[in-house]
């Protein structure tokens, strides 16, 4: 399989900008897609090139077999992109289970390949090792019915999902899956800050609580926390999108600048 083929496989970009001086590299929710994020690209300003992973067992990908441990996602995503990673500045954004992927990629950029991302965005999600991830309770054992009860408290499923048996047979994998990657995924809080970047945490007010402040011993740079109202996907609001993307945009309008 050729670099481009590869690459292609695991990421979805709406609107190519061979010319953006920075690429915003988005991981999706436990259960989610990348159209979510593809269409960021058209919604930024040129400057910023948006790309989309695309995990296994979803989307162009569903006939493949999931990803097991967080380890193989790194490993499939870094080594799709690492070309990519080098050429330019780049910023990791994810929500909720994509925010510990972004924490696990770059942590794997830092440590093996010397690279760092010029921000670091990460939404929904306390960091893996604090003790609020670790005594959060494991969702992907329940049945199918206990499961459906609490993605329907969560919110921010399509409620066409929710009504529809034959979808939901097709979801509720996709999802259990994700979080027995995330309940499986063990770290250490960082014995000093590998980052020197900004990092920058969003959450729901409505959510359950999350110990972002735990973020903090990632980075010797800035850090950030903005709260925005709604519940877990309050990201989807598009008066919430429009503050993220705003937000965005501001911090990595100076990136190339900040980077060099």
């Known amino acids: 399989m050729t670099f481009f083929s590869r690459m292609e496989k695991v990421i979805n970009c709406f609107q190519r900008n061979p010319d953006a001086s920075v690429r915003l590299l988005c991981f999706p929710w436990a259960g989610g897609g990348s159209i979510h994020y593809a269409r960021w690209g058209k919604l930024v300003p040129s400057s910023i090139e948006v790309y989309a992973v695309k995990l296994a067992g979803r989307e162009s990908r569903a006939k493949e077999p999931f990803c097991k441990s967080m380890e193989q996602i790194v490993d499939e995503v870094i080594g799709a992109l690492l070309p990519e990673l080098r050429e330019k500045p780049f910023a990791l954004f994810g929500h909720s289970f994509g925010s510990l992927a972004c924490y696990a990629t770059a942590e794997r950029l830092k440590r093996v390949h010397n690279l760092e991302p010029a921000h670091l965005f990460l939404s929904g999600a306390s960091a893996p090792y604090s003790e609020t991830r670790k005594n959060a309770p494991n969702r992907s054992g329940l049945s199918d019915e206990d499961f459906l009860h609490w993605i329907t408290t969560m919110g921010g499923t399509p409620p066409e999902i929710l009504a529809n048996p034959e979808i ?5 994998p996709v999802l259990k899956a994700d ?4 309940e499986n995924y063990q770290c250490s809080k960082p014995d000093s800050p590998f980052l020197s970047c900004h990092v920058t945490c969003f959450d729901g007010k409505e959510d359950i609580p999350h110990d972002l402040q735990a973020w903090r011993h990632v980075t010797r740079g800035e850090f950030t926390v903005k709260m925005l109202p709604g519940p877990h996907f309050y990201l989807k609001d598009p008066s919430n ?13 100076t990136a190339e600048i900040d980077y060099l």
């Open 168 to 172: 939901l047979k097709l979801f509720l």
């Open 179 to 182: 979080l027995h990657v995330v």
């Open 241 to 253: 999108e429009k503050v993220i993307l705003d937000i965005v945009t501001r911090h990595l309008e």
